[in-house]
């Protein structure tokens, strides 16, 4: 195992070290390992408040400031944070007006937060929790009952996020959140596996001319191996199953996002965003907005994961709101 870490056991706090350190925009709590931004909360907004295992960098952290996340929680690599870390968050952006757990579809992750909105229930914070499950891969996993939470969450974060910066009240952002999960649909293919620091070692052995179809943001199983093709079938391959669980018909506006896992060079994800634009321009549907880049990581593994949300007018001028966070930023 090579990486530029000092040792695995101090990966989190190091990485939070120098969050705090390039950021100062963010305040981050390296004790109770929590990130938010400078200042607290601000009276009468709702909050957004998300969080995960690392390693999947830049979620959860690279997305809190204006427009997105008003917290995130970092567990260990792969790890869900506890549900004190969820709490504490809760706490400190909580400015009356309600809080809102983003949380993707893994078990630990939901009976975390599950416990820490009855805990901040208990101390009279009003928290509605939006559960993201947009991978069609597999129906059920090792880490999941049900879909998988994956791309979706950045279109959640955002979009959900622009709405609160508004002024909108609690119902309104979670009915929002709720609809851009509804409304989209993601699929990855692994070309490699990742390396954990605390293992040392990669997370499964996929054979060099062989990728993983349908895989996990942790390296969990997909739906089949096959051997490495070009990357138009592969692109096909994922379109088919994303658009046979959420059909697009000619005239339909969508965000896109061509997402890296890791080891992914940017020029590969553009001869992939390509191929996704021609499937999606040949079904007369327009890709309104995009990302292209590493925005849902899973270390170091190579890779793509395609996600495809049907937007309506009020999604794609939320999405043009400004946000300011260092991962995405635009409009200020």
Known sequence: MKKLINAPESVLDDALAGIAAAHPALSVDTAAKVITRSGGGR???VALVSGGGSGHEPLHGGFVGTGMLDAACPGEVFTS???????????AVNGGAGVVFIVKNYTGDVLNFRMAAELA???GVKVETVLVDDDVAVQ?????AGRRGTGATVFVEKIAGALAEQGADLDAVV???????ANSRSFAVALTSCTTPASGRPGFDLPADEI????????EPGRRREKIRPVKDIVRTALDAILADQPLTAGDETVVMVNGLGATPLLELYVTYNEVAAVLADQGVTIARNLVGNYVTSLDMAGVSITVCKADAEMLSLWDAPVNTPALRWGV
Do not use: F
């Open 175 to 181: 009915e929002a959140a709720r609809r851009v999960n």
């Open 81 to 91: 944070p506890v549900p004190g870390q969820m709490l504490a968050a809760a706490q």
């Open 43 to 45: 009276p009468g907004k």
């Open 140 to 144: 059920d996993s090792t880490w999941t």
């Open 121 to 123: 229930g208990d101390e």
């Open 212 to 219: 993983e179809v349908g895989v996990g943001i942790h390296g």
